[in-house]
């Protein structure tokens, strides 16, 4: 890779991340990305684990269906949260499966640009998306949180994005939520995953 080139995915690296553990409160209330949108800075492990990420070491085996999918609308009174694994600038292989939590359970998991959807009530909820295993000796976040309130109606969309280019950053995942049309097309750029807990 020529240096001009390393030196700017470096950069762009950075600032993903400086984004996402910046995120100020206007963009976190748009319309087009969800309400009170967070992501948790400096969590414990007890806060960790009590609030978006399931308790133990669950594991999933994960497939991906190509087929087409239909487009879900809200049940009454419902909303609906899409989880988008993002991999386009993690450079080694094989890439992270990231589990992912809510409310303190763990819901399913994605694997190289997946992506799958759930159900929720209204209200406050709090996510997790966590590397199942560790790939890379020098990864610094392997866990992210963040929380936000869904409305009646609404879909949202979070994106778990895996960040590693070799000798010039270090291993990390990030969480944050995505403007409604961006989101769309990530999915729309990924296969679905199909996650079975691992017994």
């Known amino acids: 890779m020529k240096p001009v080139l390393a030196l700017s995915f470096a950069v762009l690296v950075f600032a993903s991340s400086s984004h996402v553990q910046n995120a100020t409160a206007a963009q976190a209330q748009s319309h087009s990305?969800?309400?009170?949108?967070t992501q948790a800075a400096g969590a414990s492990p007890a806060n960790l684990y009590t609030s978006g990420c399931g308790p133990g070491d669950?594991?999933?085996?994960v497939k991906t269906d190509n087929?087409?999918?239909p487009d879900p609308t809200p049940d009454p009174g419902k909303a609906i949260i899409y989880f988008v694994q993002d991999d386009r600038f993690f450079s080694s292989r094989p890439r992270p499966t990231v589990v992912w939590g809510v409310d303190g359970s763990w819901i399913g998991a994605t694997r190289t640009r997946t992506y799958f959807h759930i159900?929720?009530?209204p209200g406050e909820h709090h996510l997790c998306a966590r590397w199942q295993t560790t790939l890379i000796a020098s990864a610094s976040k392997e866990t992210a949180v963040a929380h936000f309130i869904a409305e009646p109606g609404r879909i949202y969309y979070?994106?778990?994005?895996?960040?590693?280019?070799?000798?010039f950053s270090e291993a990390a995942v990030t969480l944050e939520p995505v403007d409604s049309d961006?989101?769309?097309?990530l999915a729309s750029q990924s296969g679905y995953s199909v996650a079975t807990l691992k017994k």
């Open 182 to 185: 961006e989101g769309a097309l």
């Open 58 to 61: 669950d594991k999933f085996d």
């Open 158 to 167: 979070f994106r778990a994005q895996n960040l590693y280019w070799r000798n």
């Open 119 to 121: 159900t929720v009530d």
């Open 67 to 69: 087929t087409p999918q």
């Open 33 to 37: 990305q969800p309400p009170h949108a």
